[in-house]
């Protein structure tokens, strides 16, 4: 029989850099990584394609999925603002032996982690401080300054569950940042492979 993925779990406050952190560690062909797609009921943003960056859809089919079950963790992070983790595209991947990605929220990483248990690897990406990820958010130009406020507001919440990970990473620099988060997923991955 083939042996059964795993999963990483990835969660950060917005601006932190995990998604960069991800996109570097999915280049290590070794690891076998996976990016499962999040389900949200947002609207695309510049470029964003269904199916690639996310599925999108509406509020309300967000919610009958939801009610049906089919989601291993959802959140609604603002007013009818979903996003979710579809568990038949995780369990699908683990099934071929893939390690799937999760970049989900601190809530999201708990509900994951309560479900596949030691199949799941849960790693927190932190800021060096609330000011440099101000600065962060503002440099990328992409936010009015009330929605900076509130993914500030946000990201002090967030930061709260960071004890509840398996590893923590600090991203000051980012070479220093990818390379440790490669190191934990590496020994995760190799450890589960020897199981």
């Not at 389900?39 to 999108?56: A, H, I, L, M, N």
């Not at 603002?81 to 708990?110: C, E, P």
Request: charged letters at 30%.
């Amino acid at each position: 029989m083939a042996r059964q993925g795993v999963i990483i779990v990835v969660s950060a406050p917005s601006g932190t850099g995990k998604s960069t952190i991800i996109n570097w560690l999915m280049g290590h062909g070794e690891l076998n990584l996976a990016f499962s797609i999040s389900c949200t009921s947002r609207k695309p943003r510049g470029t964003e394609r269904d199916g690639v960056e996310y599925f999108f859809v509406s509020p309300e089919e967000f919610r009958r999925r939801a009610e049906a079950g089919e989601f291993i963790e959802y959140e609604e992070v603002y007013r009818d603002r979903f996003y979710g983790t579809l568990k038949s595209q995780v369990d699908t991947m683990l099934a071929a032996g893939q390690n799937v990605v999760l970049d989900i929220d601190v809530k999201g990483a708990g509900n994951v982690k309560r479900a596949y248990g030691d199949r799941a690897l849960t790693l927190f990406i932190l800021p060096p401080s609330i000011e440099t990820l101000r600065r962060r958010l503002e440099a990328r130009a992409t936010d009015t300054p009330e929605v900076i406020d509130q993914r500030i507001a946000r990201a002090e919440f967030e930061m709260t569950f960071a004890p509840k990970f398996d590893c923590v990473v600090v991203n000051d620099r980012l070479e220093q940042a990818e390379e440790e988060a490669l190191r934990i997923v590496k020994a995760f991955v190799d450890g589960a492979r020897r199981a």
